[in-house]
């Protein structure tokens, strides 16, 4: 079973491995590439994107408050060096911050400086899979996806969607790790105890993860008509 969330500061090689890859998949891609599970996006748009929300986050861990969001700003120079730039702006924020300290975020956990360690690797990790890379993500990180989408994003969920309807509970189980997450239905749901003979998500870690964040991949292992709303409702920004 994986012991989740990790300590703020061991996401940080987690993170240098991910955005490293992102960047070598802007330099051999093809920038104008569509992204399928992001209508209307290309690779270009996408590395547009991800370099901004890093610049935006480190910003935010820098100040530790709130800060304007502007995910379209086109970069100053070629997109591949541009975006290592923004990743190593990021890093750097993160190096120098004491996880501990407060800190505005959006999730439903303490306003503490940590949230976004984890936050951008699953930001990054997510992305990092639209991009149509082939690196292979620890299935203990896809495990802690799952936990951060279950555990910080579902208890915030109305900030950016309607409350989920669950006619019962579901559990959710990583084949590859082992990890259980139970949801039961409340406004918001929440995690809780498992319940024998509910329903069911079964899958490994990764493609538990790519599903909760609504990307396409292998379907997983579903019993029961709670799994199903679970699966089909909005759970993330």
């Known amino acids: 079973m994986t012991t989740m969330p990790f300590p703020a500061r061991e996401y940080l090689p987690v993170l240098r491995e991910l955005t490293g890859a992102f960047a070598e998949r802007l ?24 370099g901004n929300v890093h610049r935006w986050a480190a910003t935010v861990v820098t100040t530790g408050e709130a800060r304007p969001q502007d995910f379209e700003r086109q970069p100053d120079a070629e997109l591949a060096p541009w975006y290592a730039e923004s990743a190593g702006i990021l890093l750097d ?34 992305h990092l899979a639209d991009s149509g890379s082939g690196h292979v993500l620890d299935p203990a990180v896809a495990a802690d996806g799952v936990d951060e989408v279950l555990g910080a994003m579902l208890p915030r969920v109305t900030r950016w969607h309607a409350v989920p309807q669950l006619p019962g509970p579901v559990t959710l189980r990583a084949t590859d790790t082992g990890d259980v997450w139970t949801v039961h239905p409340g406004e918001p749901p929440a995690l809780g105890p498992a319940v024998p003979d509910g329903a069911t998500v079964e899958a490994p870690a990764r493609d538990l993860l790519l599903r909760l964040w609504k990307r396409t991949g292998p379907d997983p292992r579903i019993t029961g008509e709670a799994a199903e709303a679970l699966l089909a409702a909005p759970l993330t920004p």
């Not at 093809?30 to 748009?45: F, H, I, N, R, S």
């Not at 924020?93 to 360690?117: I, M, N, Q, S, Y």
């Open 27 to 50: 330099r051999t891609g093809d920038p104008a590439a569509k992204v399928p599970d992001c209508v209307g996006w290309t690779l270009a748009a996408l590395g547009t994107h991800l």
């Open 93 to 126: 924020a993160l190096a120098e911050a004491v996880p501990e300290d407060r800190c505005w975020h959006f999730g439903g956990t303490g306003k503490t400086k940590a949230f976004w360690f984890r936050r951008q690797v699953h930001e990054t990790a997510v």
